[in-house]
């Protein structure tokens, strides 16, 4: 009977190992919207309204993909960022249409 149960429990343990993962395996998405913005700002002194990316970008060293940045005046300004590594870490660049 307690074999049983620590089989169990050892299964049950790796299954929530499994899912907290799977959960971690995409970038932050407030945390990548809010490092865009506030390094646009800084950079630019232009005030920002917010950026959108796509959501659940999985966490893959050297991936890309476009953010919109919306300016307080409402002007869309496309951001294209870069995965440095698979920590989550970023670069990011404005794209010059």
Known sequence: MIRRFRASLALL???ASLAACSVSAVL???????????????QTGV???GVDCPDSQPLQAGATFECTL??????????????ADAQGNITWELVQE
Do not use: C, W
Request: hydrophobic share 30%; proline share 3%; aromatic share 2%.
């Open 47 to 49: 005030s920002a309204e």
């Open 13 to 15: 343990v790796l299954a």
């Open 70 to 83: 919306t300016t307080v005046d409402g002007e869309p300004l496309t951001i294209r960022v870069t995965q």
């Open 28 to 42: 932050d998405d407030s945390r990548l919207q809010d490092e865009i913005k506030t390094g646009f700002e800084q």
